[in-house]
């Protein structure tokens, strides 16, 4: 198994910018095909973005797409998604998750059923 836990979230205002962070312990994390959820009150969990576990393929929400970047270093075993020009309607709790992937270095996927493990998600919130 894989633990993950998130840190950097928090209250930034619309327009700020917010670094998470991902870090995995337990195994051998460039095994690990990684991505980020959201969920918002209310709301189903929904994707936000991806990266294979080799770094080499990413993906993105439309809806962050241009202003979100998800990024990982295999040596620190941590993966990242830099935010900008945050906007209100991205507050949501993120989370991190990963799943043992033998595919392709450059394989990622939207679908949270893909993702065998969870971190205990973090609060970020955007004030208008």
């Known amino acids: 198994q894989v633990q993950l836990v998130e840190s950097g979230g928090g209250l930034v205002q619309a327009g700020g910018s917010l670094r998470l962070s991902c870090a995995a312990s337990g195994r051998t994390f460039s095994n690990y095909a990684m991505g980020w959820f959201r969920q918002a009150p209310g709301k189903e969990r929904e994707f936000v973005a991806a990266?294979?576990?080799?770094?080499?393929?990413?993906d993105y929400a439309d809806s962050v797409k241009g202003r979100f970047t998800i990024s990982r270093d295999n040596l620190k075993n941590s993966m990242y998604l830099q935010m900008k020009s945050l906007k209100p309607e991205d507050t949501a709790v993120y989370y991190c998750?990963?799943?043992?992937?033998?595919?392709?270095?450059?394989?990622?996927?939207?679908?949270?059923?893909?993702?065998?493990?969870w971190g205990p998600g973090l609060q970020v919130t955007v004030s208008s």
């Open positions: 990266i294979s576990r080799t770094g080499g393929g990413t």
């Open positions: 998750a990963g799943a043992a992937s033998a595919s392709s270095g450059s394989y990622t996927s939207r679908r949270s059923l893909f993702y065998s493990y």
